[in-house]
Every structure is written in C-alpha cells, then in structure tokens.
C-alpha cells in the first residue's frame, strides 16, 4: 500500500479504518506516540522522586509524601493512556466510533504500584548492612529513584495501560457492537528481546508487556469465516 500523501500530525486521535491514511507507516506512527506517553509518565515520576534524591543516611524516603506527589498526575496519565488505546482499537475494528462519554473500568494502578515501589525499597533499606556508608546510600538512591528506575516504570506502565485500555474496547465492542472473530497475534516492537521475538506474529495466550521495559504489542485480526 502506498503512503499516503496528505500526513497530518495525528497525535493521540483515534485513526480510523475508513480514513485513507490508515496505512500510513502504522508501525513508524506506533512508536512515536509509544515514546511520547512515555515521556509524559517520566516526567511526572520523575517529578515526584527528584526532591528525595539526597543523601541521608539515617532514613530511608518519605514514600508517603513521593506518593501523594505522584499518584493523582499519574492516575489520570494512564487512564488517558487507556482511553486513547480503546479509541484507535474501536476505530480499527468496531462498528462505530467510542461514544464520547465512554471510560475505560476504573483502575488505582498508580497507588498500587507506588505501595509496591515502597514495599521492594524498604526491603532493600533493611537488608543494607550497618552502619550505612554514603557509596551505600547513593547506590540505594540510584537503584530506588534514579533515572534508570523512572524509564522502567514509564515504560512498564504505558505498556500496561495500553493493554488495560484495549482489553476494555474488546469487552464493549463484543457487548455492545457485537463485534465477533478477533483474534490477538503478538506484535514486536523494534528491538525487543529474543523472548519477545519467538512469539512475533503469533496467536497466543501470552499478553503483554511479557516482562519489565517490554513494549510489545498486540494486534488483533479477524478470524477466517470457515
């Protein structure tokens, strides 16, 4: 198929199969939206661990006050997230277009994977040996709330709301539009791991992310009529 001409900056609307640059270089467009989400979610975690980034070696980070920092921006990037995945799905592969009041099932997905951050790292304060030294703390700090920590959880999540949201548009167009015969094949993102690329365009019962900083996908094709 050709790429069409006309390349508007799409953003996160939802594209639809009846639009004539459906086509347009969907794998090249995936990846773009993918890194700007990601960014967003970065950007409010890293918002929220930045000030604790100081060396102190008598406590560990106030989790309650990097929480209440953190959870409300964060809630509504993922639901957006999970919205904006239900739209381009319902678009693809629906009857008609999402109604504009529709929302994807409510999820505390930011509160809870703040409580699991809090658990893991009080694990890891506990378990350093004493007294702790300032090389020890700055790893701690690093490992718990650096930047390689943000990327990890940007990524992760996008990944989950993403599928949440279209897992969600599944349930409502086989309720509500009585779409039937979509089947879910894995779908690689560029670069993904060997794991990952064993399973590329396959029919299977593995849903992503497959494992941490994973950004693979599905995409969901219409089952032969026998």
Not at 48 to 59: A, E, S
Not at 188 to 217: E, M
Request: hydrophobic residues 30%.
């Amino acid at each position: 198929l050709q790429r069409c001409n006309s390349q508007p900056d799409r953003g996160s609307a939802a594209v639809s199969r009846f639009d004539p640059c459906f086509y347009w270089e969907n794998a090249t467009l995936d990846v773009v939206n993918r890194d700007k989400k990601e960014k967003k979610v970065a950007s409010i975690v890293r918002k929220g661990f930045k000030p604790f980034r100081k060396l102190d070696t008598r406590r560990q980070p106030p989790w309650a006050q990097i929480r209440r920092a953190i959870v409300d921006d964060l809630d509504k990037q993922l639901e957006w997230i999970r919205l904006d995945s239900a739209r381009n799905l319902v678009a693809r592969h629906g009857t008609d277009p999402l109604p504009a009041d529709w929302r994807p099932k409510p999820r505390n997905r930011a509160r809870d994977l703040l409580m699991d951050l809090q658990d893991v790292s009080r694990s890891r304060w506990l378990a350093m040996k004493r007294p702790r030294s300032n090389e020890d703390i700055n790893a701690y700090l690093k490992k718990n709330l650096g930047e390689d920590r943000v990327r990890t959880i940007a990524i992760t999540e996008v990944a989950i709301a993403h599928q949440q949201g279209e897992q969600d548009a599944l349930e409502y167009m086989r309720k509500v539009q009585k779409v039937k015969g979509l089947r879910a094949r894995w779908k690689c993102y560029p670069g993904c791991c060997k794991r990952c690329r064993a399973l590329d365009g396959k029919f299977t019962r593995n849903k992503p992310p497959l494992h941490v900083r994973c950004r693979c996908s599905q995409e969901y094709v219409q089952r032969k009529a026998t």
